[in-house]
Nanobody, 120 residues
Framework: QLQVVESGGGLVQPGGSLRLSCEVS????????IGWFRQAPGKEREAVSC????????FYETFVKGRFTISRDDAKNIVSLQMNSLKPEDTAVYYC????WGEGQWIDYWGQGTQVTVSS
C-alpha cells in the first residue's frame, strides 16, 4: 500500500523560506508521479508543482516559477519542495499527491497536508 506523509510546514515571514518534504512508502518515488498541491481557506485545491518518474520532467504553476523548486531523493524516497521568497498569498495547507497507473486506471494517494503560513 502506497502512503505519503508531508512535513516541513510552519510559520514564516514574507520573503522567507521553507522546505516541505513528502515521504513515500510502498513504492519508489521514481515509479510514481509526485505532485504538490495547496488549498487556502475558502479556495479550491490547486496544483503547485509535479515531478514525473523516469525522465524527471518537472512542472510548475506560473505563480511559483522562480521561487519554488521540486526535487527527488531516490535514496531516501522523498520528494521535496523548496519554497523561497514566500508571500502571504502562499499561505495554505500543502498536500503531497502520488499517482500511479494500476488496475487500468490512475490511482491517487494523498497525504494529510502540512500548514504553511506566511505572515509578519
Amino acid at each position: 500500500q502506497l502512503q505519503v506523509v508531508e512535513s516541513g510546514g510552519g510559520l514564516v515571514q514574507p520573503g522567507g523560506s521553507l522546505r516541505l518534504s513528502c515521504e513515500v512508502s510502498g513504492f519508489s518515488v521514481d515509479e510514481v508521479i509526485i505532485g504538490w498541491f495547496r488549498q487556502a481557506p475558502g479556495k479550491e485545491r490547486e496544483a503547485v508543482s509535479c515531478l514525473s518518474p523516469g525522465d524527471g520532467q518537472i512542472f510548475y504553476e506560473t505563480f511559483v516559477k522562480g521561487r519554488f523548486t521540486i526535487s527527488r531523493d531516490d535514496a531516501k524516497n522523498i520528494v521535496s519542495l523548496q519554497m523561497n521568497s514566500l508571500k502571504p498569498e502562499d499561505t495554505a495547507v500543502y498536500y503531497c499527491n502520488a499517482a500511479r497507473w494500476g488496475e487500468g486506471q490512475w490511482i491517487d494517494y494523498w497525504g494529510q497536508g502540512t500548514q504553511v503560513t506566511v505572515s509578519s
